[in-house]
């Protein structure tokens, strides 16, 4: 038995030895400890590490889908329209410039109607003349004409005008007739407009 212990008691020191002299080292002779990364707390490799072998790196996206140009929803409403902005050209719905359409007849017509001579020899009673009113645009003044061509007088663009109405080439019980034409002056092409007034010839006794 006293064999057995000391036999244990020599193995026992001989590992207390070598324990010794591994671990009491000169700090000098150590080599450089490779440095390494610490994992992140939420287990994801930490700053500087390497991929895992094996794996391949995705990009991210660039972007949010919603912030891209072209795409629903994303960046500028305008942004792809075809007919967004103007590129000059003026406005196609303005309103263009008119030229002068020159003289126009606003309005040529009888304002007094005539009549022809009443009464008798003795106690005669006169008619009445035509009386002519008009309205011009566009010309510097008109021209009247009775019973065909030939200018009677000449007359601002609006205006009235006096006229005799004779009588006696009609037969009493009929009616007689005169024309009147306005034409313009100035102002572009000439405008003309022809009325015409009529009257009762009347039978004028003798007494």
């Known amino acids: 038995m006293h064999r057995y212990l000391t036999r244990a008691a020599v193995v026992a020191l001989g590992g207390a030895i070598a324990v010794a002299t591994t671990g009491c080292g000169t700090p000098g002779n150590r080599g450089p400890t490779p440095a390494t990364s610490a994992p992140a707390a939420d287990g994801s490799a930490g700053l500087g590490s390497a991929p895992p072998a094996g794996s391949t790196a995705q ?28 590129s000059g050209g003026g406005n196609p719905g303005g309103t263009k410039e008119k030229k002068p359409a020159g003289p126009t007849i606003v309005y040529y017509r009888i304002k007094q109607k005539p009549q022809c001579d009443q009464g008798t020899n003795v106690n005669r009673v006169p008619g009445l003349p035509v009386i002519l009113e008009w309205k011009v645009t566009g010309a510097d003044r ?64 003798q007494v």
């Open 59 to 86: 990009p991210g996206p660039t972007g949010s889908p919603a912030g891209q140009a072209g795409q629903p929803g994303g960046g500028n409403p305008g942004a792809g329209n075809p007919g967004g902005g103007s």
């Open 142 to 205: 008109v021209t009247i004409s009775v019973d065909g061509p030939g200018v009677y007088d000449s007359y601002p663009a609006v205006g009235t005008a006096t006229i005799n109405f004779p009588c006696g080439d009609g037969q009493p019980g009929g009616y007689v007739q005169h024309t009147y034409q306005l034409r313009t002056v100035g102002g572009g092409e000439v405008r003309s407009k022809t009325v015409t007034a009529s009257a009762l010839v009347h039978e004028i006794p």
